[in-house]
């Protein structure tokens, strides 16, 4: 259901008899919406919002005050940690309120505006754009924040959505649609929220989850001043600086010393503890000339990024054995345990990486791949141009 104009919908509010001091602040947040973006759907309430989304209201608001009517699914990943035994933490929400949350995604967050040193979780985003910031770099820091988006509170979250326009009571209802809360040890302080409503009141503070469709957009959302003053430090000091989700990266194309780049690390961790993320010290790492200088995967130490010599060995390798006559498709799924249909999207996802990195050797790759005699499957592949 699409949202009337402001003009259309006054004229239907008069028409029903509604209070004029109700039609102008309604008219009010609808100007202030707008202001932040046209493309931005307004919703003035809940109850609004139920019927934009065609959910129960009642649904909405149990949730909103943590009711227990709606259970997150979580599982728990290994963390590849060498060493380590540690697991990352997925809460998956159920359809319904996957449903609100997507909403929210394609109606109000799409539309949000992030720095322009972020590159992952918008439209458009990339992480081999966020290398690209970083040619011919001699020295880099990379940061990376530790438990990113349950550093997010449902506080934040709310101040995102009051930022974008929305009064402050649907901002926390909002806010709450979008966080889960789970007792971890964290601070048993409520959230501040407009009004006496004292359904609304719980023991302690949600964050985001990982696993929710509004979470990437929102962490985001969060980091916008932050990255603001990791951008004006980096230009203080002649540097490059891109975050791509939870990795932070400063590069130099000049020389510098060891201690500058210990200075800068301690000035970067300072900003983030400011802001209540944690850097993680296992990958927070000084690369100068010598060592290799990686971003997201990627070499970033000529004028554009480039693929490590490993990962083109694996798709060479894959090429080399897919293509024999004396081994094929059926006995290379077969020594490495897999199903050919599974062998076919893995080749075929590692050759597309290439192709977005290194688009001359991804082409060469996929030539080679499509000439392999592979038997009838079902491919799930699905092309989407001739760069993918």
């Known amino acids: 259901m699409s949202t009337p104009s402001p003009q259309r919908y006054a004229s239907g509010a008069r028409q029903r008899g509604v209070d004029p001091a109700t039609l102008k602040n309604a ?197 916008l001043r932050v990255d603001a003053l990791l951008a004006d430090l980096a230009e203080e000091r002649g540097l490059r600086y891109s975050r791509y989700a939870d990795d932070l990266a400063f590069s130099a194309d000049n020389n510098r010393s060891l201690a500058e780049m210990h200075r800068l690390q301690r000035d970067v961790c300072q900003i983030l503890n400011d802001a209540g993320f944690q850097h993680n010290r296992r990958k927070t790492v000084i690369r100068g000339p010598g060592t290799r200088r990686i971003i997201l995967g990627m070499l970033v130490d000529g004028p554009t990024p480039r693929l490590q010599r490993a990962y083109k060995d694996i798709i060479r390798l894959h090429l080399h054995y897919l293509a024999s006559p004396a081994y094929g498709p059926a006995k290379h799924a077969l020594a490495r345990k897999t199903g050919i249909s599974s062998l076919y999207h893995h080749v075929r996802g590692l050759i597309a990486w290439a192709q977005h990195v290194e688009p001359a050797f991804g082409r060469q790759a996929l030539e080679k791949f499509t000439s392999v005699n592979w038997p009838t499957i079902q491919p799930r592949w699905v092309e989407r141009g001739s760069n993918d």
Not at 112 to 131: E, I, K, L, Q
Not at 170 to 178: D, N, V, Y
Request: charged share 20%.
């Open 27 to 223: 008219l009010a947040t609808f100007a202030r919406i707008r202001t932040t973006d046209p493309r931005i759907t307004p919703v003035l309430t809940l109850r609004h919002f139920s019927v934009l989304t065609e959910l129960p209201y009642r649904f909405l608001r149990g949730t909103v005050a943590r009711s227990g009517l709606v259970e997150y699914r979580t599982v728990y990943l290994k963390k590849r940690i060498p060493g380590r035994s540690a697991k990352r933490m997925i809460s998956i929400p159920p359809p319904s309120l996957a449903s609100a949350q997507r909403w929210i995604v394609d109606h109000i967050l799409r539309y949000a505006r992030v720095h322009p040193a972020s590159f992952a979780f918008h439209p458009d985003s990339s992480p081999v754009h966020a290398a690209e910031q970083h040619p011919n770099t001699k020295w880099l820091l990379k940061v990376d924040i530790e438990d990113f988006f349950h550093s997010v509170s449902e506080g934040t979250v709310s101040a995102i959505f009051f930022r974008l326009g929305f009064p402050k009571l649907l901002a926390f209802e909002f806010a709450r649609l979008c966080t889960i809360s789970i007792d971890r040890g964290r601070s048993r302080n409520p959230a501040p929220h407009a009004g006496p409503i004292t359904a609304y009141a719980y023991g302690y503070e949600g964050f985001l989850p990982q696993g929710a469709p509004t979470s990437p957009m929102l962490a985001n959302l969060a980091m």
